[in-house]
Structure formats: C-alpha cells, structure tokens
C-alpha cells in the first residue's frame, strides 16, 4: 500500500509540476509522437490494399494509352481485359506456364535471384534482370494479333524510368513508347512525358531489313534513316542516353530480340 501511495505521490508531483516545465514538456513530446506514430502506422496498414489497387489501375491506364486504346471516361478495367497478359521467357522467347500472369510481378522478379541475373554487360544501368517479364497481347476482331505492349527500363540521369513501349504485330513497327514512372528533371529529362515527344515513336522501326537493330534516340538521325531515329531531348543529353540505350537494350539480343523473332516467324 504504501508503494501505491508513492506511485500516486510522484504523479501529483509531475501534475503540479509548471506547464513549461522541462520533464513536462518531454514527456508532452514523447506522448504526441508515440500517439502519431500509431495513427501512420494504422493509416498505412489501412490504406495498402487501396494503394495496390490505385498501383494495378495505373498499370493498366499506361498500358491502355500506349496501345491507343485510352480515352477519358473509359472504363479501365472492361477495356484493359481486351488484353491477354502472358509470362514471358527472355532466353528462349516463348511464354511460360510457370507463373500466374495476372500477379507475376516483373518488377519483384528482377530484385530475385532465382528468377533474375545479374549483368555484365549492362547499357541500361539496371544491375539485375529478370529472366521473366509479362507481355501483353491485343487481337483483333478475328483473334489475330494485334498489337503487342513489351515492359522496359532503364537508368536515365537522376532515375530509373519505366514504361511500355507496344509493337505492331510484325515486331518490328512501333506503335508507341511511353514512361509511367521515373524522377527525371521537370522541364527537361521529364519531357519524356510530353505528348508531343511520345507522339515521335509512332511508326518508327526497330530493325532494318536486315534484322539489324538500328532505332536511336539521338541529335542526328543514323546513317539506317530517319525511320529508325527519334530525335533527343533538348537540354537533357543524358536522359535521352539513357532512353537510347535502355530501348535498345530491350529490343537486343539480351532482351526481346529472342521473342520478336519467334512473333515474326509466325511462332506466337
């Protein structure tokens, strides 16, 4: 009992003690982020399953716009199932059955070591790279390919940028390439977002009719032509090497150069 009477001596103490007083105040600061860091936390964990949507449904408009299938006010999710997501084995350029393609996370797999490898040869500065990627096919009305919407990324001056780049069905005309995410410099390596600047790589080529890669991004269009070359961006030298060299990178022998063979010799 007269431990108890101690307890409630010493708490009529710090009670009485003045309101500016040193251990109030620490024991005010201490209380306030203890009860705030709860709140985040709480926040956080209640607000991830709305985040993993709002991420999905952005995957999804990205894929939808670079595929010329995105306007205002559609409905994301009916227009996206137009789209058949498939697996995709670099090495061999076939698509795979060993992963659930609506949940196979390329981004996870890269940063996994049995599913990725690491580069020695790497252009692109992304270190890892997964040895499975999802590919997204469009058909037509008649079930014939249409379209196919390829991941990529690369390292540009301040950051890794990822996007899509979509193929006509003959795997070698670009119907378009756009970034979803990346923290390049407003006004500058941000242009990569400018529509004007993504609306170049329409109709572009990859490949000459050698089957050589020859799409650049650069100031001066290749000795290929300028159906193989995007021109750069201004005052923004080294995102836009970067762009270049992450494009071809993909499109290479390392990337997706095994598959779009296979698409152009009637395998896919």
């Given at each position: 009992m007269s431990e108890v009477?101690?307890?409630k001596g010493m708490i009529r103490r710090f009670l009485d003690l003045p309101t500016d007083s040193l251990p109030k105040t620490i024991f005010v600061a201490v209380m306030v982020c203890l009860v705030g860091s709860m709140f985040v936390s709480a926040a956080a964990v209640a607000l991830r399953p709305i985040q993993e949507v709002n991420k999905l449904l952005d995957k999804q408009v990205n894929i939808l716009q670079v595929a010329g299938l995105y306007e205002d006010g559609v409905d994301v999710a009916e227009a996206f199932a137009q789209f058949e997501p498939r697996v995709l084995e670099l090495a061999t350029g076939e698509f795979t059955d060993q992963f659930d393609a609506a949940s196979f996370d390329d981004r996870a797999a890269s940063s996994d070591p049995e599913l990725s490898i690491a580069l020695d040869d790497d252009p692109a500065s992304i270190g890892?790279?997964?040895r499975f990627v999802?590919?997204?096919l469009l058909r037509d009305a008649n079930g014939d390919l249409d379209k196919v919407v390829l991941p990529l990324h690369g390292y540009g001056l301040w950051s890794t940028l990822y996007g899509f780049i979509a193929l006509e069905a003959n795997g070698n005309d670009i119907f378009g390439l756009q970034f979803y995410e990346h923290a390049e410099t407003p006004g500058l390596g941000a242009e990569v977002d400018n529509p004007r600047?993504?609306?170049l790589w329409a109709g572009k080529r990859l490949a000459d009719e050698d089957g050589v890669l020859q799409i650049s991004v650069t100031k001066t269009a290749p000795a290929a032509g300028a159906d193989y070359h995007v021109d750069a961006l201004a005052g923004a030298t080294l995102t836009t090497a970067g762009v270049h060299n992450l494009v071809r990178f993909w499109m290479?022998?390392?990337g997706y150069a095994p598959f779009l063979a296979n698409l152009q010799a009637g395998d896919i």
């Open positions: 009477n101690e307890n890892r790279q997964s999802t590919a997204y600047w993504k609306s290479g022998e390392a």
